[in-house]
């Protein structure tokens, strides 16, 4: 961090000096950068890793701008000014130079100077395009309730082998504390999920309806908690919000009788599968982990239609058993309880389903989905099945909480199953995909594991993927924060909950863009340039004027201001 803006044009020598010895002297840590196979990441130890104050405007013509990009720029923090002519620029990472055995600290900051002032001029002479971006706040739409990752049993197996805590306290706050990515909601398997050593469940024992191995933690459970506590403790995070969500429940309750396959649940179990998820919230509650949701369910097509390429837990629902179960049994169960304001997610599954899915629930039992708080998705077909799958549903099932609850890389047969470690064209996909959703009304989104090792697990069935964050699992001394980290944190960082989206029009398709009215009152907006070429952004504010800034090829920023 500490890259500084320059003005196009003359470069004062003076100015740049002042730039250079200021850098040290930055609340924030900035990013230990390493070369990695496909990219750079940034390394995380014990003692050390990196973090980024939230920037303050001391003025009302101030901004802020933090700045991602592919050649290696890890959250760089600059500043300007609203009504400046002259145009602003990001410098794009530059490689250090090797050091000389017997320079001198003059020589360094001379080799700085010249550095910077070539790096301009090579700026001025590549590729520029352009574009305005006009920012209304009285144009509002979605209110935001946050993003989050998620925390499965390969997490807790990961962390619990750290050698040392301090790496783990690092983890927790690189995705929780305001410092960090500003994380405010979390995803856990009610039970086991892929992400596990192996599956598992609470009641196992067949025939237990009284459900009552649900008055403890299960053993598998007790660490995974323990570790949740930490880092709420750690991070600092405020009203953390967890949603739950089932994998499959006991074999002995289902048609198969096994963990996966085709299998669902046996009606005579209705009432007790709805009473284990309420014993489930009871439990955590007890143990100090509040559950803000549940869902009715993770993906359940997979013991339907897909149990011959999903090999993990899983249990099947039609629309129609799910509306029986849900209007007849996990609503007035919930609804009735103690813990009646409860936010249950309906579907938990992909966008092809969607809005079908619901019509069919209500055709089944009419007005079932008045139980469902929130529509959950996961963003695996998303590239496949277009926009209008999410338009039709709004307009069918408006004032739903949207939530993209599952996301990651390497699912495809196309893709790498494991992580790219430095990829920036995964961290791209990300971002594209946050853009659209968030565009398209979603409130919220829950990325999957927040860490896997290099391998992309552990999974117990190798379903591996990556992650934004890999464990070095050869010490677990370190781990590593890729790309898709940080450009998750250009959306989670500086939009807080119960921020209002507001129009951000781009005026070509140079650049991808979405804005947020804070509850601060201060405006947040993220800027993507996925092209080649820089760009020189024009942003103009229905309120405070207008400045241009030049970012760099391949690049994404996170603009604030009052």
Same mark, same amino acid.
């Given at each position: 961090?500490?890259?500084?803006?320059?003005?196009?044009?003359?470069?004062?020598?003076?100015?740049?000096?002042?730039?250079?010895?200021?850098?040290?002297?930055?609340?924030?840590?900035?990013?230990?950068?390493?070369?990695?196979?496909?990219?750079?990441?940034?390394?995380?130890?014990?003692?050390?890793?990196?973090?980024?104050?939230?920037?303050?405007?001391?003025?009302?013509?101030?901004?802020?701008?933090?700045?991602?990009?592919?050649?290696?720029?890890?959250?760089?923090?600059?500043?300007?000014?609203?009504?400046?002519?002259?145009?602003?620029?990001?410098?794009?990472?530059?490689?250090?130079?090797?050091?000389?055995?017997?320079?001198?600290?003059?020589?360094?900051?001379?080799?700085?100077?010249?550095?910077?002032?070539?790096?301009?001029?090579?700026?001025?002479?590549?590729?520029?395009?352009?574009?305005?971006? !006009?920012?209304?706040?009285?144009?509002?739409?979605?209110?935001?309730?946050?993003?989050?990752?998620?925390?499965?049993?390969?997490?807790?197996?990961?962390?619990?082998?750290?050698?040392?805590?301090?790496?783990?306290?690092?983890?927790?706050?690189?995705?929780?504390?305001?410092?960090?990515?500003?994380?405010?909601?979390?995803?856990?398997?009610?039970?086991?999920?892929?992400?596990?050593?192996?599956?598992?469940?609470?009641?196992?024992?067949?025939?237990?309806?009284?459900?009552?191995?649900?008055?403890?933690?299960?053993?598998?459970?007790?660490?995974?908690?323990? !570790?949740?506590?930490?880092?709420?403790?750690?991070?600092?995070?405020?009203?953390?919000?967890?949603?739950?969500?089932?994998?499959?429940?006991?074999?002995?309750?289902?048609?198969?009788?096994?963990?996966?396959?085709?299998?669902?649940?046996?009606?005579?179990?209705?009432?007790?599968?709805?009473?284990?998820?309420?014993?489930?919230? !009871?439990?955590?509650?007890?143990?100090?982990?509040?559950?803000?949701?549940?869902?009715?369910?993770?993906?359940?097509?997979?013991?339907?239609?897909?149990?011959?390429?999903?090999?993990?837990?899983?249990?099947?629902?039609?629309?129609?058993?799910?509306?029986?179960?849900?209007?007849? #049994?996990?609503?007035?169960?919930?609804?009735?309880?103690?813990?009646?304001?409860?936010?249950?997610?309906?579907?938990?599954?992909?966008?092809?389903?969607?809005?079908?899915?619901?019509?069919?629930?209500?055709?089944?039992?009419?007005?079932?989905?008045?139980?469902?708080?929130?529509?959950?998705?996961?963003?695996?077909?998303?590239?496949?099945?277009?926009?209008?799958?999410?338009?039709?549903?709004?307009?069918?099932?408006?004032?739903?909480?949207?939530?993209?609850?599952?996301?990651?890389?390497?699912?495809?047969?196309? !893709?790498?199953?494991?992580?790219?470690?430095?990829?920036?064209?995964?961290?791209?996909?990300?971002?594209?995909?946050?853009?659209?959703?968030?565009?398209?009304?979603?409130?919220?989104?829950?990325?999957?594991?927040?860490?896997?090792?290099?391998?992309?697990?552990?999974? #117990?069935?190798?379903?591996?993927?990556?992650?934004?964050?890999?464990?070095?699992?050869?010490?677990?001394?370190?781990?590593?924060?890729?790309?898709?980290?940080?450009?998750?944190?250009?959306?989670?960082?500086?939009?807080?909950?119960?921020?209002?989206?507001?129009?951000?029009?781009?005026?070509?398709?140079?650049?991808?863009?979405?804005?947020?009215?804070?509850?601060?009152?201060?405006?947040?907006?993220?800027?993507?340039?996925?092209?080649?070429?820089?760009?020189?952004?024009?942003?103009?504010?229905?309120?405070?004027?207008?400045?241009?800034?030049?970012?760099?090829?391949?690049?994404?920023?996170?603009?604030?201001?009052?």
């Amino acid at each position: 961090t500490g890259e500084m803006f320059a003005s196009r044009g003359a470069l004062l020598l003076g100015l740049v000096l002042i730039s250079a010895i200021s850098v040290g002297h930055s609340e924030s840590i900035p990013c230990k950068l390493r070369d990695a196979e496909h990219g750079k990441v940034c390394v995380c130890t014990a003692d050390y890793c990196d973090y980024l104050e939230n920037p303050t405007l001391a003025e009302d013509s101030d901004f802020a701008l933090i700045s991602s990009s592919k050649q290696g720029l890890r959250f760089a923090s600059s500043s300007g000014k609203f009504g400046v002519d002259s145009v602003y620029t990001v410098q794009d990472y530059v490689e250090p130079a090797p050091e000389a055995v017997n320079e001198t600290v003059f020589s360094r900051l001379l080799d700085r100077v010249v550095a910077q002032a070539f790096t301009l001029e090579s700026r001025e002479s590549s590729i520029t395009r352009s574009v305005t971006l !006009q920012l209304d706040r009285s144009k509002t739409h979605q209110k935001m309730v946050g993003f989050g990752g998620s925390y499965t049993g390969a997490v807790t197996y990961l962390v619990d082998n750290f050698k040392q805590p301090e790496l783990a306290d690092h983890l927790y706050k690189s995705f929780y504390a305001e410092e960090g990515i500003g994380f405010n909601l979390m995803r856990v398997s009610i039970g086991g999920c892929d992400f596990d050593l192996s599956a598992w469940s609470y009641a196992e024992e067949e025939g237990n309806t009284l459900l009552s191995d649900m008055d403890d933690l299960d053993e598998r459970d007790v660490e995974r908690v323990a !570790q949740l506590k930490r880092l709420i403790e750690v991070s600092g995070v405020k009203n953390l919000l967890i949603k739950g969500a089932a994998w499959s429940a006991p074999p002995w309750m289902k048609t198969n009788n096994r963990w996966t396959g085709f299998g669902r649940l046996k009606r005579d179990y209705y009432q007790t599968w709805a009473d284990y998820h309420l014993r489930w919230v !009871q439990l955590m509650e007890k143990n100090g982990l509040p559950i803000w949701a549940i869902s009715t369910g993770n993906e359940p097509l997979n013991g339907i239609f897909f149990m011959y390429f999903v090999k993990f837990m899983s249990m099947g629902w039609t629309p129609q058993t799910q509306a029986i179960w849900l209007n007849d #049994y996990l609503g007035p169960t919930i609804r009735n309880s103690e813990f009646k304001d409860l936010i249950i997610f309906g579907n938990d599954d992909q966008r092809y389903s969607f809005p079908h899915w619901f019509k069919m629930m209500n055709y089944t039992r009419p007005n079932s989905i008045d139980y469902l708080d929130g529509l959950s998705l996961h963003w695996y077909w998303d590239e496949i099945f277009g926009s209008s799958f999410i338009e039709h549903t709004t307009a069918y099932a408006p004032d739903k909480i949207l939530i993209v609850s599952e996301s990651c890389i390497g699912d495809k047969p196309w !893709q790498a199953a494991n992580p790219l470690l430095g990829s920036w064209e995964r961290a791209e996909k990300y971002a594209r995909d946050y853009l659209e959703n968030i565009k398209l009304g979603f409130h919220a989104w829950i990325d999957w594991n927040i860490i896997l090792d290099e391998l992309g697990g552990p999974n #117990y069935v190798d379903n591996t993927v990556d992650a934004p964050v890999i464990a070095n699992t050869t010490t677990f001394e370190e781990f590593y924060k890729q790309p898709m980290f940080y450009a998750i944190g250009h959306f989670s960082k500086l939009v807080p909950k119960d921020s209002v989206r507001i129009d951000a029009i781009a005026s070509n398709v140079n650049l991808n863009s979405v804005a947020f009215l804070r509850p601060d009152n201060k405006i947040a907006a993220v800027l993507f340039n996925s092209g080649r070429a820089d760009l020189d952004i024009t942003v103009v504010d229905s309120v405070r004027g207008k400045f241009t800034v030049n970012v760099p090829a391949k690049s994404i920023h996170t603009l604030l201001y009052n």
